[in-house]
């Protein structure tokens, strides 16, 4: 039974290889926090003792990687400006208006709350100070309600089963061919 699995497998790994990719995909999708009630979103404040945004060239590829972190007194952990929201944050704004010791509000899920204990990153769904929003919450929720991993998942599913079931054809006619 394994034998025949591992025979299946070498003969299909660019099907299972898309198939497996795209389950990533949904996966990934479902297990991202619901942020579409206040119930998910925790309001956090804080006093900045550092932060760091540093953009660098991508090795491959165009664009940037984006590494965008916030210190605060309170907190062992570091917060993180995911890279989709870069166009979102106005890090001009931010640099100008708040220095060391200012005390930020910040958003971030609720489900992330447990990494504030931990020391781990967590990510930022909104920043501001006083009345200034540098990363507004209603940006970032509708970028993240995006369901693209979905869309990704289903699509390499679709590309992996269509490729098996043209193999298989293309297989059947040579057998009729031969036999």
Do not use: C
């Not at 166009?87 to 958003?107: H, M, N, S, W, Y």
């Amino acid at each position: 039974m394994i034998k025949q699995i591992l025979k299946w497998s070498f003969k299909n790994y660019l099907t299972l290889f898309l198939v497996v990719i795209g389950i990533y995909f949904i996966q990934e999708e479902i297990r991202k926090p619901d942020l579409t009630t206040e119930d998910s979103i925790v309001f956090i404040e804080g006093r900045v003792i550092d932060y760091s945004f540093h953009e660098s060239p991508r090795i491959k590829g165009p664009g940037n990687l984006y590494h965008y972190y916030i210190w605060l007194d309170e907190y062992i952990s570091r917060f993180q400006v995911k890279a989709d929201y870069t166009p979102f944050f106005d890090v001009t704004e931010f640099q100008r208006t708040v220095i060391k010791g200012d005390t930020i509000k910040l958003a971030i899920p609720k489900r992330h709350l447990q990494n504030l204990k931990k020391g781990d990153d967590v990510r930022l769904l909104s920043l501001s100070k006083n009345t200034i929003d540098y990363l507004r919450l209603n940006d970032t929720i509708q970028n993240e309600n995006k369901q693209y991993m979905l869309y990704a998942g289903i699509l390499f599913i679709g590309v992996g089963l269509f490729y098996y079931i043209k193999r298989l054809r293309r297989r059947k006619r040579i057998d009729i061919l031969n036999g």
